[in-house]
């Protein structure tokens, strides 16, 4: 028998997966329907976090627009910013900057991720 508390991790699971697989309408009608826009998984990771650092730009627009915050860090110090410096992800870089993202906030910032591993370019 599963309660109330289980059927709710399970689908703050499936919220999560969403945002790392890309699925942009079942994630944004949870929004839509009262799910906070911030919310973070056991790490301090955010919806918008996971969607940037898997190369969602659709999904990070989109979260951006129901007011997700751009400059949250998860528990480790990372921004989603500096996620998206690292594993290149252009797309999502631009539309985090476009919404005010800070490249030199965080552990290590987006700023210093770019000067590590040559991706300068991407932060211009």
């Known amino acids: 028998m599963t309660g109330p508390s289980d059927e709710a991790d399970e ?5 999560f997966d969403m945002a790392r697989s890309g699925d942009a309408d079942s994630l944004l009608a ?3 329907g009262g799910v906070p826009v911030n919310l973070t998984d056991a790490t301090g990771n955010t919806l918008l976090t996971l969607a940037a ?3 969602h730009a659709d999904i990070v627009q989109r979260l951006i627009d129901a007011g997700a915050d751009v400059n949250r860090l998860n528990d480790r110090g990372q921004s989603p910013l500096a996620g998206a410096i690292f594993k290149a992800e252009e797309l999502v870089v631009s539309v985090l ?4 993202a800070d490249p030199d906030l965080g552990e290590p ?3 210093a991720l770019a000067a590590m591993f040559g991706r300068e370019s991407l932060l211009t």
Request: charged share 5%; no cysteine; net charge positive.
């Open 109 to 111: 910032s987006a700023r």
């Open 53 to 55: 650092y898997h190369g």
């Open 11 to 15: 689908v703050t699971a499936q919220l």
């Open 97 to 100: 900057i476009g919404a005010g």
């Open 30 to 32: 949870y929004v839509q």
